[in-house]
Nanobody, 120 residues
Framework: VQLQASGGGLVQAGGSLRLSCAAS????????MGWYRQAPGKQRELVAR???????NYADSVKGRFTISRDNAKNTVNLQMNSLKPEDTAVYYC???????????????WGQGTQVTVSS
């Protein structure tokens, strides 16, 4: 199983970016999916998560600016980021709890990370 993230880049404050992440491999089902970020010198933190039923959870710092969505048929999760601020600068990682073929239970997988840089 692999998670492939894309969509990072450099943007000015107030701008927008859209991150995408696709899960591939021998996937039976996916439970929660989400996005985390890690800024230099800081711990990785939750940005947003979404359940298989579409229930969302956001960090207070991004509420009202970021929107997480998923396509269960395509095994993808997206993060629309609007009104970006310099403090949003970080490496963003996608995450998914995946049940693989021939295996029991769900395992947390991580994407490779994509850099988001917001200039002031």
């Amino acid at each position: 199983v692999q998670l492939q993230a894309s969509g990072g880049g450099l943007v000015q404050a107030g701008g927008s970016l859209r991150l995408s992440c696709a899960a591939s491999g021998s996937i039976v089902s996916i439970n929660d999916m989400g996005w985390y970020r890690q800024a230099p010198g800081k711990q990785r933190e939750l940005v947003a998560r979404i359940t298989s039923g579409g229930i969302t959870n956001y960090a207070d710092s991004v509420k009202g600016r970021f929107t997480i969505s998923r396509d269960n048929a395509k095994n993808t999760v997206n993060l629309q980021m609007n009104s970006l601020k310099p403090e949003d600068t970080a490496v963003y990682y996608c995450n998914a709890d995946i049940r693989e073929l021939w295996k029991l239970g769900y395992v947390a997988y991580w994407g490779q990370g994509t850099q988001v840089t917001v200039s002031s």
